[in-house]
């Protein structure tokens, strides 16, 4: 099983980006589906969840400017992610994670330019 992020890139403040996140393989058990960031020098910290049942989540610092969904025919999950600030800008991974293991993406970048 492989999790594969895309749509990173630069983009001005107040832009938007989507993140793709594609599943390689089949994966059970699933718990939460999420997106973190870690920007340079600071610790990852989470942006997103949701569950299969479709519960969801945002950090405070996101809100009501990033939307979190998911696809399940194309085992793809997203990130839209509008009204970019500076602050955003950061390495984002997406995380699968369930009742065996947690499983990871490799990490798109977002650079976000004042």
């Known amino acids: 099983v492989q999790l594969q992020a895309s749509g990173g890139g630069l983009v001005q403040a107040g832009g938007s980006l989507r993140l793709s996140c594609v599943t390689s393989g089949r994966i059970i058990g699933i718990k939460t589906m999420r997106w973190y960031r870690q920007a340079p020098g600071k610790e990852r910290e989470w942006v997103a969840i949701?569950?299969?049942?479709?519960?969801?989540s945002y950090a405070d610092s996101v809100k009501e400017r990033f939307s979190i969904s998911r696809d399940s025919t194309k085992k793809t999950l997203y990130l839209q992610m509008n009204t970019l600030e500076p602050e955003d800008t950061a390495v984002y991974y997406c995380?699968?994670?369930?009742?065996?293991?947690?499983?990871w993406g490799q990490g798109t970048q977002v650079t976000v330019s004042s």
């Open positions: 949701i569950t299969p049942s479709g519960i969801i």
């Open positions: 995380s699968y994670d369930t009742v065996y293991k947690t499983y």
